[in-house]
């Protein structure tokens, strides 16, 4: 459903998003997971023509939804395009629901902008869309206003409005970084369930390895602007074989249990333009070799599906 060809976003001389690539079937959700400032959520404001202007472009790659090329095309087009429409949720619903305006005014306004609906008729749909979330009493909060509405309440009204497009590829950005363990569980369970029932493609931002091992069928970890690795989620954590996957699994708090302190992976992620000559997890890496410092590293294909950005990986059966 979306595919990703060499993606490179580029602010004059530097680029923010290197060569990234990556797919997603239907009813398949793909989580994109690394450090803050790691190219995430600028890969999937490319990927929705959200970019902002003046300031990053798409320098090269494509884009592409059913095998069809968006790249070229303007935002509105994209979440209308054919038959398979694109939606995006985004990390604080406060930021992206108007605070003066009531919850079911906001829905039907997109419900009407995509089907050729009455008010009425609109209404309805709007009501349809919360009981859809899971939303208690979907008729009387058509008439709240945000602010009377609790956080995993809001985030529903979002997917709500999200769903309004019908969309077939869906685009969560850390939708749900801001609400307590509880109401995450209760998102994250409503966002597969709605994958599956719509067999919609689900790309799933976070820096959570914790929520992508509940949610995600596939994952692909970012690290200075590129896909560092790619595999199954079980793969990933049964054994991951670029060292900052491993990394990240190792701060897990499930992982540091018994130890007296939490690991941390030592250092910063390189800022754009301040990209060493090699590899640029070298200066942070555990199993540095003297060659990290100069040479590109290969993407290596580790297994069927698995793949790593890395000259050596720590899990290297079957690499060609």
């Known amino acids: 459903m979306l595919s990703v060809e060499n993606l490179t976003v580029s602010v004059g001389p530097f680029d923010l998003?290197?060569?990234?690539?990556?797919?997603?079937?239907?009813?398949?959700?793909?989580?994109?997971?690394?450090?803050?400032g790691s190219g995430k959520s600028m890969t999937s404001l490319a990927v929705m023509g959200l970019l902002p202007r003046p300031g990053p472009s798409i320098r090269s790659g494509r884009v592409l939804l059913d095998g069809a090329d968006v790249t070229p095309l303007e935002p509105w087009q994209r979440v209308e395009h054919g038959h398979v429409p694109m939606a995006m949720i985004f990390q604080e619903p406060m930021t992206s629901l108007n605070p003066v305006r009531r919850i079911g005014d906001q829905i039907i306004e997109a419900v009407q902008v995509r089907e050729k609906l009455s008010v009425a008729q609109a209404r309805v749909r709007a009501r349809e869309l919360l009981e859809q979330v899971r939303i208690p009493d979907a008729a009387l909060q058509l008439s709240a206003f945000p602010h009377q509405l609790s956080g995993g309440m809001r985030q529903r009204v979002m997917i709500a409005v999200a769903l309004a497009c019908r969309p077939q590829v869906l685009i969560a950005d850390e939708p749900t970084t801001a609400l307590d363990v509880t109401v995450q569980f209760q998102i994250l369970g409503l966002l597969r369930r709605l994958c599956d029932e719509l067999h919609m493609a689900m790309l799933f931002i976070t820096h959570d390895m914790g929520v992508i091992a509940q949610l995600a069928d596939r994952l692909a970890v970012m690290y200075a602007g590129r896909v560092v690795e790619t595999a199954s989620v079980g793969a990933v954590f049964d054994a991951p074989s670029h060292p900052y996957s491993r990394a990240l699994m190792d701060c897990m708090p499930m992982h540091s249990m018994g130890k007296r302190r939490l690991a941390t992976i030592g250092g910063q992620a390189p800022r754009p333009g301040t990209l060493p000559k090699g590899c640029a997890f070298a200066p942070r890496c555990s199993n540095l070799r003297d060659t990290c410092h100069h040479i590109p590293p290969p993407r290596l294909l580790v297994a069927p599906g698995h793949e790593a950005l890395c000259a050596y990986p720590l899990v290297t059966e079957g690499v060609t």
């Open 17 to 36: 998003v290197s060569d990234v690539s990556f797919s997603i079937g239907r009813g398949e959700i793909l989580g994109l997971v690394g450090e803050s």
